[in-house]
């Protein structure tokens, strides 16, 4: 038997999914490891192995490939410990990534303090170059003030250099000859320059994008390399894929050179659960709801397809890479309750993290969290937490409840449901954001519920929001490293291509993007030998507009006569789709030529449905509080449920690693593809 392995780091755990070739997915949970997140992976990877009846190197000796998310770069930019970058420009820039782009967060907020830059001032370098937007040189790169500089980089004894000159975007030999020079002054030191990462015009955004890059470079290389040593100790010499803010994966090697592409690589595994899932035919239209230790992930898969945007904020910093589009807040089983300023209960932002945690997991937390809520509620069993790998101690948290209770004048248990209220109605606020905000009605899609908090909030989330169906996979706890595992290699490439205006005609379209398909296949060629395709995309706008729009190019015949008019119309249509209408008569400019070039892994079987059991009865009562009320609702076992069973609310299904909370009016159906789909009393 041979296994794939997919691991996400979170908040609070290290999950570990295996699928054996035969389609079996087997979990695995361990604490995760802040200090170092390796640890925490081959920690579970033993626990995987155990659960397997293996040794650790025997399981590893059969695995065919470990895909990797991991939290190190959006850790060092949320907690600013990245490496000491500085940043080469060219004179009379230093200030473009202080200045923005004019504009601010609340710009209406006379008192708003302007963000700290990345890079101090000091160690933004100014050299003496200057190449014009036709790609003319207009001054030679100045060795003299570049060797200036280089001595200034000697001196703070920096770990990263971003080399970011003006429309290097056109032309990018001054920024690949500096990047030498400083390589060669100052070997072991991080260096990156604009146009490898971000080709294209718009220099804040590049320049931003190139400045994470180097402050979380060092950082995610550091780690990669201990990641891979350890696993190499432990007897794996497969290849290690990291899977990218934009859903694909990538070799650990270009996930380093490209460490900015790794904000998002933990949330992004879900995302791709929910493709993956809506190909398995769970329903084309979902909204993706990851409720961790520390935060909740959302976002959408309309039409089986996850969106993808760029200018992405991480932490106060534009990254302008290909990312999915997250909304991400700051509520999950580890969010804190706590009494405001205001003097009224709040939960989060803050939360109690792997360590201590929550009151409950007994290593020295003392403010409750919202799993110490869902705990003294009832919901969850103190004795089978991760399947009685870990004793919860409700008393610990009862006494936090009663605490924080005393200062609001109410007993325990009401703050507690006060807590567990106050986090659904974060959540579903936090899905108002990836949906009505965004034109979008939740009520049209599926509430995907995963992450090993998730199914204990999403038929309230959903009822807060008019949604009808809730589904919450089998491996709802780690479905976002079940998720990594199926999904394909990408490389995402983009040239900015704008001249005069207009769209070019038919020859230089074809030129543009056959140049880039060229050189997208031959990178991910050093990558793997099988099977790759590519998605033709652009950056285009009106004439008078400021910001572009990405437009689809699948469906455009790219061989036929009159390319330039269907580029054209194909950009009429999306604006028409996005705004609800389009400027025929104006004039359309092409802004960025896009590629997406994907390496097709190849697939993971589905294990057959398990036939002739009988239908699963409640194996327990607990007492637990609904709406003020204290019932004994019947519980059931979550991997005993057979396909097509029924479940009636008020009722608690669970498993190891997850727990779901039926209210009353709710019908569960299991399936046997491995979800269980709840479907919510019409009046919502």
């Known amino acids: 038997m041979t296994y794939r392995i997919g691991v996400d780091v979170g908040g609070t755990f290290t999950d570990v999914v295996c699928v054996a070739a035969d389609g079996v997915t087997t979990l695995a949970k361990a604490s995760s490891t802040p200090a170092d997140q390796s640890e925490g992976v081959v920690a579970g990877l033993a626990v995987l192995a155990q659960r397997l009846g293996l040794s650790l190197p025997d399981l590893l000796a059969r695995t065919e490939r470990i895909v990797h998310g991991t939290t190190v770069a959006t850790n060092a930019l949320l907690e600013r410990k990245g490496a000491k970058v500085a940043m080469l420009t060219t004179e009379g820039h230093r200030d473009v990534i202080e200045m923005r782009e004019g504009l601010k967060p609340e710009r209406y907020n006379l008192r708003l303090p302007a963000a700290p830059a990345l890079v101090p001032r000091r160690l933004r370098l100014p050299v003496a170059e200057r190449i014009r937007p036709d790609g003319r040189v207009e001054a030679a790169l100045d060795r003299a003030s570049l ?131 809506a190909e398995r035919g769970l329903g084309d239209d979902l909204i993706t709801f990851d409720v961790g230790g520390t935060s909740t992930d959302i976002a959408l898969v309309q039409d089986g397809e996850a969106a993808l945007g760029r200018g992405r904020t991480v932490a106060g910093e534009r990254i302008a890479l290909e990312s999915l589009d997250i909304v991400t807040l700051g509520a999950g089983g580890g969010s804190i309750g706590h009494v405001g300023a205001s003097g009224t209960l709040q939960v989060g932002p803050r939360s109690a993290g792997a360590v201590p945690g929550p009151v409950a997991y007994g290593q020295g937390g003392t403010e409750p969290a919202v799993t110490d809520a869902n705990l003294v509620l009832g919901y969850l069993d103190s004795d089978n937490f991760l399947g009685g790998a870990r004793k919860l101690d409700r008393d610990g948290a009862l006494a936090a409840f009663e605490r924080l209770g005393a200062t609001l004048g109410i007993d325990a248990l009401a703050t507690a449901e006060g807590v567990h209220r106050l986090a659904n109605v974060r959540m579903a606020d936090g899905i108002r954001v990836a949906t009505v905000r965004r034109g979008v009605d939740p009520r049209d899609f599926t509430l995907l519920a995963f992450g090993g908090a998730a199914g204990l909030h999403a038929s309230a989330v959903a009822r807060e929001l008019g949604m009808r169906r809730v589904a919450v996979p089998v491996f709802a706890a780690g479905l976002s490293a079940w998720g990594m595992l199926h999904t394909d290699l990408r490389y995402e490439m983009a040239r900015s291509e704008i001249n005069t205006g207009g769209v070019p005609d038919d020859a230089a379209l074809r030129t543009i993007w056959t140049g880039l398909e060229s050189e997208g296949r031959a990178r991910v060629a ?47 249509a999306r604006h028409q789709g996005l705004f609800t209408y389009a400027l025929r008569e104006e004039e359309v400019v092409l802004v960025n030529a896009r590629l997406a070039v994907i390496g097709r892994l190849p697939p993971m079987s589905a294990p057959e449905a398990a036939a002739g059991r009988d239908a699963a009865a409640p194996y327990a009562t607990r007492r637990a509080r609904l709406a003020g009320v204290e019932q004994d609702l019947p519980v059931l076992d979550f991997g005993a449920l057979t396909p097509g069973q029924e479940v009636a609310g008020s009722a608690i299904i669970e498993s190891d690693t997850t727990t779901v909370l039926l209210l009353p009016g709710d019908v569960a159906r299991m399936d046997g593809r491995g979800w269980l789909v709840v479907t919510l009393p019409g009046d919502g």
């Open 147 to 277: 060797d200036a500089a280089i001595a200034t980089l000697k001196a703070e004894q920096v770990e990263a250099v971003a080399i970011c000159f003006l429309h290097s975007w056109r032309d990018d030999s001054h920024e690949r000859e500096a990047a030498e020079a400083v390589r060669a002054a100052l070997p072991g030191v991080f260096v990156t320059t604009s146009a490898e990462v971000l080709p294209q015009i718009k220099e804040f955004e590049r320049f931003s994008t190139a400045c994470v890059n180097a402050y979380v470079g060092p950082i995610v290389s550091r780690y990669l390399a201990r990641l891979r040593g350890r696993l190499a100790e432990a007897g794996y010499t497969g290849p290690v894929f990291v899977i990218l803010s934009h859903g694909g994966v990538a070799p650990v090697e270009e996930a380093a050179r490209l460490a900015a592409g790794t904000a998002l690589s933990g949330p992004a595994g879900g995302v791709a659960a929910g493709v993956a899932l």
């Open 526 to 572: 050093t990558w793997f030998g099988g099977a790759v395709e590519t998605k033709r995309a652009a950056d285009m706008r009106y004439g008078e507009q400021v910001f572009e729009i990405a437009v689809p190019l699948e469906g455009v015949d790219w061989d036929a006569p009159g390319l330039t008019q269907r580029v054209t119309d194909a950009f009429h």
